[in-house]
């Protein structure tokens, strides 16, 4: 029988020991970022800018985060390089919604905005060059709404939709924590543009 006490263990190199406790300790960063990655829904706002004040001329589309933009000297930039000057856009974007539920909306705004659900104004702005605001507490049902925001800025426009849907202070849509029963995503092209994935 052999003693116990003999029995050497294989000598580990101090290199070797703080690679191994770093690889350890380092696993959960890249796990976290490719959780957070598969979480984040990505652009859910679909904007399409125009070179007129009146929604028509060439458009350009580009995916925005959320709806607050605000332009000035020191960001005077318009997607398509358009004039900030004279040019107008169109938001789209989709709520779906678990379960029935009121939700306080204002829309904030530099020029002309108005602000509808499934085809219906809820809020308009008819600013000029001061920023105003419009709110109201809307009742929606379960499923999903399509929800547009059609905007024309004046002077040095600005343009926010906020809402309020955990009972807080409103934030501009969407919040970047998300709710539960609350979901967004971009609309498709077509007739039906919050047609249930």
């Known amino acids: 029988m052999t003693d116990p006490s003999a029995v050497s263990l294989p000598s580990l190199r ?19 970022f490719g959780f957070a990655a598969l979480r984040d829904p990505g652009p859910v706002w679909r904007a399409e800018y125009h070179g007129s004040l009146d929604f028509s001329g060439p458009e350009v589309v580009v995916g925005e985060r959320r ?26 974007t989709c709520l779906r919604l678990a379960e029935a539920r009121e939700i ?16 219906q104004e809820q809020l308009g702005l008819e600013q000029g060059k001061e920023r105003g605001a419009r709110g109201a507490d809307l009742r929606l049902g379960a499923g999903t709404h399509h929800l547009r925001v059609e905007f024309s800025g004046r002077g040095w426009p600005s ?16 919040p970047e924590k998300s ?3 609350v979901g967004w995503f971009q609309p498709r092209p077509g007739p039906q543009p919050c047609a249930e994935r």
């Open 14 to 32: 101090p290199g070797a020991v703080v690679r191994w406790v770093t690889r350890v300790v380092l696993l959960p960063v890249p796990l976290w």
């Open 67 to 92: 709806l607050s933009r605000y332009w000035d000297r020191q960001d005077p930039n318009v997607p398509g390089d358009l004039a900030v000057s004279s040019f107008s856009v169109r938001y789209d």
């Open 104 to 119: 306080p909306f204002q829309l904030v705004a530099t020029g002309s905005a108005h602000f509808s659900i499934d085809g």
């Open 159 to 174: 343009i926010a939709l906020n809402a309020s849907l955990d009972g807080r202070a409103p934030l501009a849509v969407p």
């Open 179 to 181: 709710v539960p029963g």
